[in-house]
């Protein structure tokens, strides 16, 4: 495959709600997507870190001026294979790191192959089953009672599993509430990074709770901390914002760091690492699933598809449609039936709606 121009997109969608986390407050999702031409062919791909570099050092700013400068000189007019062979990886090797970036056109490189081949994503990426479970994430509220009011119209609405935000003061209690009004629920915590190791009697003490798993309860780079936490605490830990590479996923399986972990394709560079990373953690006993970042419908459909891979175990994160966002810019809108989304939905681009949210083009040729 040769791709013959790539269209830097930067989209912008108001939000329904404001998303608090332990990084901040945003009320809209700023994205980058991808619009890949090859042979005839029109493809889209998509990653979003936050606007800000506040998950990650990427932000919209940087993705932007790396696939300008260095990805689309790299790609452009260059024989890269199939997207599931290391053409791609090949080419971009030289750029260090800037895994969202890499990940806007390498998504678009699977949805021209899934295009020019006629295969869902799904099969393209060696899923083996269509039906995915969709659990929810909640943003930390203002009020505990709040939160629980949340938790039963999601639950009312069919999600497989409910996830909530923890931080310092807004943890145990949290979930000893929901607990006493909704025993049986499957239910996660992630915590983004805000405690330190001096916490582990504090994070034990939520032992007793069934937790299905603690998201990233320590800092992003460390591996090590998170080794010494999960050997205190029986909840497993489910890492997300340290595994950039399978090489990380490889340490972390090796140093006992986690039980758990949440393959967001943007982070990790894309599909054919999130491919990677999944079976380094399938030999290792590692559970895996989908983590997301308020992508467009276009990014879902990639976060969809590898949720479909056998040892995607827990339910994804894949928001419907009409979650965050004001309008989706995909056709039929993501929506779940009792929870379940079907891989062979064929959801595809609107270019009114894209457009209506697009706020600036980069257009790159050889
Ligand atoms: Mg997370």
């Not at 030289?94 to 998504?107: D, L, P, R, S």
């Not at 798993?213 to 800092?219: G, H, K, N, T």
């Amino acid at each position: 495959m040769k791709l013959d121009r790539l269209d830097i997109l930067h989209t912008c969608i108001p939000l329904n709600q404001t998303f608090r986390t332990s990084f901040g407050a945003i009320n809209e999702q700023h994205s980058i997507v991808v619009k890949a031409y090859s042979d005839g062919l029109v493809a889209y791909g998509e990653a979003c870190p936050f606007y800000a570099p506040v998950y990650s050092y990427e932000c919209i700013a940087t993705m932007t001026a790396v696939i300008r400068d260095f990805i689309a000189p790299a790609v452009l007019g260059r024989e890269l294979g199939e997207p599931a062979g290391p053409g791609y990886a090949e080419a971009t090797d030289f750029i260090k790191g800037n895994n969202h970036a890499k990940a806007a056109v390498e998504t678009a490189l699977w949805d021209l192959e899934s295009e020019r081949r006629g295969i869902p994503l799904w099969k393209l990426v060696g899923g083996t089953n269509p039906k995915v479970d969709v659990g929810v994430s909640i943003g930390i509220q203002p009020t505990v009672e709040g939160l629980l009011d949340k938790i039963a119209a999601y639950l009312g609405e069919g999600y497989r599993r409910i996830k909530i935000k923890i931080e310092p003061g807004k943890d145990l209690d949290t979930v000893k509430a929901i607990r006493a009004r909704f025993p049986d629920i499957t239910l996660m915590v992630d915590a983004n990074s805000s405690y330190e190791l001096s916490h582990a009697e504090l994070l034990a003490g939520l032992d007793g709770y069934g937790l299905l798993m603690m998201e990233q309860p320590l800092a992003e780079d460390d591996i090590v901390d998170h080794a010494k936490l999960q050997s205190q605490i029986s909840t497993p830990v489910c890492l997300d914002e340290s595994i950039h590479t399978p090489e990380d996923a490889r340490k972390a399986a090796e140093l006992g760091s986690c039980k758990i972990i949440n393959i967001k394709y943007g982070r990790v560079g894309g599909i054919r690492n999130s491919i990677r990373i999944h079976d380094i953690c399938r030999a290792a006993g590692i559970g895996n699933w989908a983590g997301g970042m308020i992508e467009t419908g276009i990014g879902q459909r990639f976060k969809l598809a590898i949720s479909t891979l056998p040892n995607f175990v827990y339910a994804a994160d894949i928001e419907t449609s009409d979650r965050f966002l004001v309008e989706d810019v995909v056709t039929p809108d993501i929506m779940h039936v009792n929870g379940y989304l079907d891989a062979n939905t064929d959801y595809r681009v609107d270019e009114v709606k894209l457009n209506r949210y697009t706020s600036e083009v980069t257009i790159c040729r050889p």
